[in-house]
């Protein structure tokens, strides 16, 4: 099953389209407003940055997520392809950041880490799904602690 990212659910995703088109607009709008030869640098710089952020939100929509038999397929915003087998995953679990409940997968041979917020189409059914192979368990971070401080935590009391 496939759950892709959905803009729906992420405010910040939101914002940053709004940001790419307001700054689309002001770079065309400096171009040709401008005066010479700033218009045609500062609208330069602008494109620049608005295509950055383009890449940047095409990367999150393009994200998901996919449950198969054999494990857990998670492609990143930031590109990476991150494939878990069941039988690999020796930490899970879920917390909770800003009231909104985040699943955490870790391989440990691997040393793969695969979190997954709750901005994936039917994240219940993703969760469900991710539940009929391993439990996952509630787990306290404190004030600023990370999952991946979590874990480095963790495994550091499984080695002692």
């Excluded at 496939?2 to 709004?18: A, D």
């Excluded at 030869?37 to 295509?51: A, E, K, M, R, Y």
């Excluded at 939100?57 to 996919?66: D, F």
């Amino acid at each position: 099953m496939v759950h892709r990212f959905t803009i729906k659910k992420s405010p910040r995703t939101m914002v940053l389209l709004g940001v790419i088109l307001l700054l689309g607009i002001g770079g065309l709008v400096l171009l040709w407003r401008g005066v010479f030869p700033v218009n045609i640098i500062g609208s330069g710089l602008v494109g620049f940055i608005t295509v950055y952020l383009a890449k940047i939100m095409r990367n999150q929509l393009q994200s998901r997520i996919i449950i198969h038999d054999e494990g857990v397929t998670g492609y990143t915003p930031m590109g990476e392809k991150i494939s878990l087998s069941w039988n690999d995953i020796s930490h899970k679990g879920c917390w909770e950041q800003q009231g909104q409940e985040h699943i955490y997968l870790y391989a440990q041979e691997q040393d793969q880490l695969l979190t997954i917020p709750p901005q994936y189409e039917d994240y219940e059914g993703l969760r469900t799904s991710i539940e009929a192979h391993h439990p996952l368990e509630l787990v306290s971070l404190g004030e600023n602690q990370t999952i991946t401080d979590y874990l480095r935590k963790q495994l550091g009391h499984q080695e002692s």
